[in-house]
């Protein structure tokens, strides 16, 4: 049994992961987030208390930080600011936790000598063009787009200095677009459905020609508990399950699956700066850890997240309309 720190723990990957490590491991989990509009106590409600208990304080205490790792075996660091609409708004949070508060854990982690793997993004790696037959690899150099982005970018940067001048025993690892459920109403699948079950048309930015290399959380949380198990130290695995669709694929699925028209959606203002499509080649994951991904089917993963949302209303209800406020100022 290890005792664990899930840094973001209440936010959507997070809580998938302090769920999947309660369902598959004997460790203990401590959850330090901020509570920010992002996390949620109520996504780990009914978890065990013997096993994982919630602290609420920001990554970027150093004090508290401190406190927390000395009684840890094991670090794994969600906690972010996550949408990237949000970040071209405002993006001096992203700074704040995603720089400076990974600056403040791998402080810890090279006080403490604690193991920490460290979660990022495909989109490091900045876009594919549509006709590139090619996918990203732990080689492709890294060429962020948003302030999101290359916030994440900094951090991993941050990670791999950290681990070469100082030792910090990290591993890292970048994975592409989660879907499941208790994702907030923000990113583009929550907010399709919740549309749908208002009666609001779905929205599409631009086109809707934009590719993203879609994975179920369950299979983003199996990954990283293998990596933590049989990672190497200082390595990077890139996490994917090779499900690429266009986001007007994905809109038509929703609406289908839903029992509405495929064609019952606007095309909207198209976001700044907008990245084309991502797609991630896992294989190193595949060949030198043993991982596979076990929700290899969109449709039927889409199927059983469709039915959360109509189940869980009250999970996200409190958010949607703040979240539509947002995006209808502007034009989205
Ligand atoms: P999320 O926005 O749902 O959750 C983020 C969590 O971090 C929230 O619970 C929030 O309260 C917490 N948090 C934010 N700032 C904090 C701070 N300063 N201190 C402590 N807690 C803080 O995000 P998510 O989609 O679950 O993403 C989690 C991680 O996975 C992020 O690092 C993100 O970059 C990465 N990632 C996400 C995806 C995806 O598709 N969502 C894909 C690849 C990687
Ligand atoms: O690739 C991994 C990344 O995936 C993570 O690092 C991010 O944390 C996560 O938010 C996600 O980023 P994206 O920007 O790809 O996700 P989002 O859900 O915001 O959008 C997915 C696609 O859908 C993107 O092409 C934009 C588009 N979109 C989004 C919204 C909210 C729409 O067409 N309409 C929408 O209403």
Avoid at 166 to 172: D, E, L, P, S, Y
């Amino acid at each position: 049994m290890s005792r664990l720190l899930v840094t973001g723990g209440a936010g959507f990957i997070g809580s998938n992961f302090v769920r999947y490590v309660v369902e598959n491991t004997d460790h203990e989990v401590t959850v330090l987030d901020k509570l920010t509009y992002a996390g949620n106590e109520s996504s780990l409600k009914g978890l065990p208390e013997a096993r994982v208990r919630l602290v609420r304080g920001d990554i970027a205490d150093a004090a508290l930080v401190d406190e927390l790792f000395a009684k840890t075996d094991a670090v794994v660091h969600y906690a972010a600011e996550s949408h990237n609409d949000n970040s071209l708004h405002d993006p001096r949070p992203f700074l704040d936790t995603n720089i400076v508060g990974t600056y403040v854990l791998l402080e810890a982690a090279r006080r403490h000598g604690t193991r920490l793997h460290h979660i990022s993004t495909d989109e490091v790696y900045g876009d594919l063009e549509l006709d590139d037959p090619s996918r990203f690899t732990e080689s492709t150099p890294y060429n962020p787009s948003s302030p999101y982005s290359s916030t994440k970018a900094g951090s991993d940067l941050l990670v791999r200095a950290w681990v070469r001048s100082f030792g910090v025993r990290a591993t890292i690892s970048n994975c592409s677009n989660n879907y499941g459920p208790y994702q907030h109403v923000e990113k583009f699948i929550p907010r399709q459905i919740t549309n749908v079950l208002r009666g609001i048309r779905p929205k599409l930015y631009g086109a809707g020609e934009n590719v993203r290399d879609w994975i179920h959380a369950d299979d983003h949380s199996s990954a990283v508990l293998t990596i933590l198990d049989k990672g190497e130290l200082g390595e990077t695995y890139l996490i994917g399950a090779d499900g690429e669709k266009n986001n007007k694929q994905v809109v038509e699925l929703i609406l289908e699956l839903m029992g509405a028209s495929s064609g019952d959606y606007d095309l909207v203002t198209d976001r700044a700066g907008h990245d084309m499509r991502y797609a991630i080649d896992s294989s190193k994951l595949r060949t030198d850890l043993g991982w596979a991904p076990a929700f290899p089917d969109f449709a039927e993963g889409l199927t059983a997240t469709i039915q959360w949302y109509r189940d869980n209303e009250a999970w996200w209800a409190p958010a949607k309309d703040a979240t539509e406020r947002f995006y209808a100022a502007r034009g989205q």
